[in-house]
Nanobody, 123 residues
Framework: QVQLVESGGGLVQAGGSLRLSCAVS????????MGWFRQAPGKDYEFVAM????????DYADSVKGRFTISRDSAKSTMYLQMNSLKSEDTAVYYC????????????????WGQGTQVTVSS
């Protein structure tokens, strides 16, 4: 069983930046695709970004492409999401995830969830 603990959320003004972290324990970090989902108030879960086991391949939702950067540090068993040029529509609870396989664009592809961290962007 893997444990995922997110941190780094908070309140930021539009145009600002935040870096989310996800500490992983209970499973070897390098072996799995990982990523982030988010859920805005009153909306469904939304794919944000993913990174493969080696860190050599990443993908992003169109809504965050060019503004967010996902990375992972296997030595520290930690994954990161650098969020720049934040917009009010980025306000959501952000979840760290481990995929069942190589892809994680949909909820059914997720094996594990963190508890979530709130990101609030004020306009």
């Amino acid at each position: 069983q893997v444990q995922l603990v997110e941190s780094g959320g908070g309140l930021v003004q539009a145009g600002g930046s935040l870096r989310l972290s996800c500490a992983v324990s209970g499973r070897t970090l390098p072996s799995y695709t990982m990523g982030w989902f988010r859920q805005a108030p009153g909306k469904d879960y939304e794919f944000v970004a993913m990174i493969n086991w080696s860190g050599s391949s990443t993908d992003y939702a169109d809504s965050v492409k060019g503004r967010f950067t996902i990375s992972r540090d296997s030595a520290k068993s930690t994954m990161y999401l650098q969020m720049n040029s934040l917009k009010s529509e980025d306000t959501a609870v952000y979840y760290c995830n481990v995929a069942k396989g190589w892809s994680m664009y949909q909820r059914r592809e997720i094996d594990s969830w963190g508890q979530g961290t709130q990101v609030t962007v004020s306009s």
